[in-house]
């Protein structure tokens, strides 16, 4: 197929058509072309006549497609039929203007969730179009990190509340339960046993929202965190995960990660533990993986910081379990949400509010026999790009 071959102004930096008809993609220098290919987000030339031609490295994993197989289509022909892209290209070449369109659903079978959309005319080439799509993904990571923070703010005030207004009076419940029990026959000794276990249950309770409530500032240091998940393997396999199989998929050369090692302990252990009770106990084939990786270019920009936190960092846990029911994976960080029937909902939404407190986010992808907990979390300050030491 032939093309218009665009050539990349470097005095402008601004795609722009030549005289030459050429069966190959837009004509940019080396730079340029490494710029494209550098986003993360699919870009596309699209000709007048609907043609695609060209497109970076990231609108060929968006399409499943190569490059030269993109150029064989009119992008009508990737979309369904009345997908908002289309429209938003013509309102485009109608106006001679930019447009951005954000959660637009594309109605591509391959593609999960929504994607904002950036469409802009090309210099120069009448009803030509630049397209930038991006995944919401991260954008909602993101946006739910900070709805799980605000959600923990809301049961750390009422924490506060309830330690004050309601361990007192129980304390007072209980000791006269205790008091009635020395006079008490059988029967009458059973219910002040009773009203001293549940007065018990509701501290326990109490003190577990307490942990919400604590604004002391974080020990950190730097810490291997192999050593961290060597240690949790070790406690549940001793316990309530001797009946399944662990598999660990590690980066050897992951730097430290900055953080308070009982904390991390703990919500290490936590993850394992209902990624255990997912499995069950009477399933042969049970099956946790413990992974690390390095993941640059992923930041988030927290509250009170001037500059975007880098969270390089990530560890994952993940089960083949029945997985977490489509309606509450939402909401699973969220205070008192729960798929167990004797479960509080608080194990989670304080795991949420610690890797919140280290300055990280957590996320979980679930399918049935593949859930996946993903931690991100910053590296130690004193290291700098890959672990290198700082001199």
Not at 296 to 301: D, M, N, S, Y
Not at 328 to 356: C, H, R
């Amino acid at each position: 197929m032939s093309v218009p071959s665009l050539v990349f102004r470097a005095n402008s930096g601004i795609l722009a058509p030549s005289d030459s008809m050429a069966a190959a993609p837009i004509d940019i220098s080396p730079d340029s072309s490494k710029l494209l290919n550098a986003l993360p987000h699919p870009v596309l030339a699209v000709l007048p006549d609907g043609r695609i031609a060209d497109a970076n490295v990231a609108a060929e994993a968006f399409f499943g497609m190569s490059r030269t197989a993109l150029w064989q289509h009119r992008l009508v022909h990737l979309l369904p039929i009345g997908s908002p892209l289309l429209s938003l290209i013509e309102q485009v070449r109608s106006r001679g203007a930019a447009i951005n369109e954000y959660r637009v659903d594309l109605g591509l079978p391959r593609i999960e969730g929504l994607v904002d959309i950036f469409v802009s005319p090309l210099p120069d080439l009448d009803e030509g179009v630049v397209i930038m799509l991006q995944e919401r993904s991260i954008a909602d990571k993101m946006e739910r990190q900070l709805t799980h923070r605000g959600a923990a703010r809301s049961v750390a005030a009422m924490a506060s509340m309830l330690a004050h207004e309601i361990k007192n009076p129980l304390s007072g419940i209980r000791g006269a339960a205790q008091l009635l029990e020395t006079d008490a026959n059988d029967n009458d000794r059973a219910l002040t046993q009773l009203i001293c276990e549940e007065t018990d249950r509701i501290v326990k309770l109490v003190d577990r929202m307490s942990a919400f409530s604590d604004q002391r500032p974080i020990e950190r240091e730097a810490v291997n965190i192999h050593v961290i998940l060597d240690h949790v393997k070790k406690v549940a396999q001793a316990g309530f995960a001797r009946h399944i199989r662990f598999v660990e998929n590690y980066d050897p050369s992951l730097p430290p990660v900055l953080g308070n090692r009982d904390q991390l302990v703990q919500i290490l252990l936590n993850l394992v533990k209902n990624a255990a009770e997912a499995i069950g106990e009477d399933r042969l084939d049970g099956e946790i993986e413990l992974s690390t990786a390095f993941r640059p270019g992923v930041r988030l920009q927290l509250v009170g910081s001037k500059a975007p936190v880098s969270l390089p960092l990530e560890f994952c846990v993940r089960d083949n379990g029945a997985g977490v029911p489509e309606d509450v994976l939402p909401y699973l960080f969220d205070p008192f949400i729960t798929t167990k029937a004797t479960g509080t909902g608080l194990g989670l939404a304080l795991v949420a509010k610690i890797i919140g407190d280290h300055g990280g986010i957590i996320e979980c992808e679930s399918h049935p026999h593949r859930t996946t907990f993903r931690v991100l979390m910053p590296m130690s300050a004193s290291l700098d790009g890959r672990g290198t030491a700082r001199g």
